[in-house]
């Protein structure tokens, strides 16, 4: 195979597997009809709110290539991912928490305000409190999640995260009601103004934090949002990980390793095998694998998230829109060109699927290939490895 170099122009090695390890295209349902055409071999599609749980399921069974197996998800065209977006984590009231002694009787409105009172700030009025929905308990959240994960023995939790910088959007006006894209899935921001409420740190972290328990539980890899939030979101996995480090071999024990004679080998190695499978089958307290979806941050907190004694292993994806805007492009390139080749990601983040989407992929992945000095069938089949040892382990 020749070795094009990826600046060139030349024809992109669809063939080798290109991967989207985080897209939305159940925003636009419309698109979904497109994702059989496209030259993208898996799309790892997110849910995100209420309104698109099921639609990500639903799209995983209708492109399925073999609907009574699902299980069988390494050769669909889409990968599906549970999970509750830190934007939408003021919709779920904490049940797992101390519940005050008079919550019992309080009507349905009174714990409406009360949660949001508690969640949002500034504190809310009752005017935009009106105009959010009901909360949803944060237990039928993961009971929901849970068996929709088990429907798909591969799918991931996502997306799932923390974001410092997000502002919900205002309440909609009547205008903007009747002028609304009727093609778009409903419960995001849709171009409404901002409001001054934000939703509070702590409350954000609850809500992902009984998500990475579930991963683990199901031994599901992650893909997470962390906006202004790097930092809080290392101490999260960290919490988790405490008492669960790998421990890291001294030189001489990875000296003495080379030189143990190679009798029994093979059984040895089949015991291994045996108790890989064990374990595989045995719930974590932390995600086996973790995603840094459009990762944002600087170089420095890598060594963190990549220290050996972390026993869950982390990747981290780049696209095109967010990690290569005129802002953000050197600190991106400074962040990729740090990184292990076996731990970089590329994604599309987009909400429409179709030839844009392989676009997005294709620019992103020959960013990526410059930057790293890698030709594009070497760097496209590195990604695509990536994206396997991600999924699956």
Known sequence: MSQADPTDG???????????????????????????????????????????????????????????????????????CFGWHPWFSHQIIDDTAAVPENQGTLLAT???????????????????????PDPKPLSQLIADTRQRLMSFPLALVGEIGLDRAFRLPKAWTQEEVDTRDDQTTPGSRERRL????????????????????????LRRPVSVHSVQAHGAVFDVFKSLWSGHERKIASRRE??????????????DAEDERENIQARDETPLPFPPRICMHSYSGPVDPLKQFLHPSNPSDVYFSFSSVINFGHLACNKAAAVIKALPDDRILIESDLHTAGQEMDDVLEEVARQICELRGWTLEQGVRQLAENWKRFVFG
């Open 110 to 132: 009174e714990v409406k305000r009360t949660h949001y009172t508690r969640v949002l700030k500034p504190s809310p009025n009752d005017e935009f409190i009106s105009s959010l």
């Open 254 to 267: 990875r000296q003495r390793r080379l030189s143990v004679t190679d009798a029994h080998t093979e059984s």
């Open 10 to 80: 030349s024809n992109f090695p669809w063939d080798l597997g290109v991967f989207d390890a985080h897209c939305h295209p159940t925003d636009t349902m419309s698109s979904i009809a497109q994702i059989p055409r496209m030259k993208a071999t898996t799309l790892t599609i997110m849910a995100t709110r209420g309104e698109d749980q099921d639609l990500v399921l639903q799209t995983a069974v209708s492109l399925a290539k073999d609907p009574a197996g699902v299980e069988n998800s390494i050769r669909e065209r889409v990968l599906p």
């Open 194 to 217: 901002l409001s001054p409420y934000q939703v509070r740190p702590d409350h954000q972290k609850a809500v992902l934090l009984a998500q990475l328990r579930l991963a683990g539980e």
